[in-house]
């Protein structure tokens, strides 16, 4: 099916071990984006890519790397994971690039739980 | 820097009744304003937006207007319904600021029948 996926949906780890959140999209938008949503802080920026192989820091880089080898696929890597980095993540894509139209498209989010 | 901020939640209404989140901004430029609306357990999609000063954004029955002289953008329905209940962001772009996209906190509204 066409549109935005992310996996795994749900992830219980510890601390200090790599996690890899994965997100593909089949509609071939340059743009993609990393977001976490915690209560109290919204949604906040983590990385973003404008095309294949071009990432670039949002507001939260911290403790995350990001790859984008392929335009179809955006994953995100927990080098080390941090209980601070319990959140749940979305992946999104654009058309049109950071702002164009706005509209960004979501996936269905990923909660990630470090204990 | 820019920045979205919305009333806190959550809203608890009932069915038919009327519902006003209120959302102010400060921003470098001239913004574009966006409303997203998250359902339980999905992602945020785009609910409507506002390109420049005075626009109305509309959808579903949801009505917003770009008030800059108040720098605000205030999300309306005239009658809600139990399938409205969902988490409320506002949002803006503003290219003086890189055109990043900005979300505000969320506003829950719950709608009960």
């Known amino acids: 099916d066409a549109g935005i996926t992310q996996s795994p949906r749900y992830k219980i780890t510890e601390t200090g071990r790599q996690v890899t959140l994965m997100c593909h999209q089949t509609?071939?938008?340059?743009?993609m984006f990393w977001y976490r949503q915690d209560l109290g802080h919204g949604l906040r920026l983590i990385y973003y890519?404008?095309?294949?192989?071009?990432?670039d820091k949002g507001e939260v880089p911290d403790g995350y790397v990001v790859s984008r080898s392929k335009t179809e696929n955006f994953p995100l890597t927990l080098e080390s994971a941090t209980r601070s980095q319990t959140s749940v993540y979305f992946c999104?894509?654009?058309?049109?690039?950071?702002?164009?139209?706005?509209?960004?498209?979501f996936g269905e989010g990923s909660r990630l739980t470090v204990l | 820097g820019d920045s979205v901020t919305q009333m806190e939640g959550p809203v608890t209404l009932s069915e038919e009744a009327f519902l006003t989140i209120n959302c102010t901004y400060t921003a470098t430029g001239y913004p574009s304003l966006f409303w997203y609306v998250q359902y339980p357990g999905e992602g945020l999609q785009l609910l409507l937006k506002?390109?420049?000063?005075?626009d109305k954004g509309s959808n579903k029955g949801f009505e917003a207007t770009y008030r800059k002289e108040t720098t605000s953008f205030h999300l309306e329905k005239g009658s809600v319904q139990v399938s409205d209940s969902a988490v409320y962001f506002c949002?803006?772009?503003?290219?003086?600021?890189?055109?990043?996209?900005?979300f505000g906190g969320g506003t829950r509204v719950l709608v009960k029948p």
């Open positions: 890519s404008a095309a294949a192989d071009i990432t």
């Open positions: 509609w071939s938008h340059s743009y």
């Open positions: 999104a894509s654009s058309i049109s690039g950071l702002a164009g139209t706005g509209e960004l498209f």
């Open positions: 949002a803006l772009t503003d290219k003086a600021a890189g055109n990043k996209l900005t």
């Open positions: 506002a390109t420049k000063a005075d």
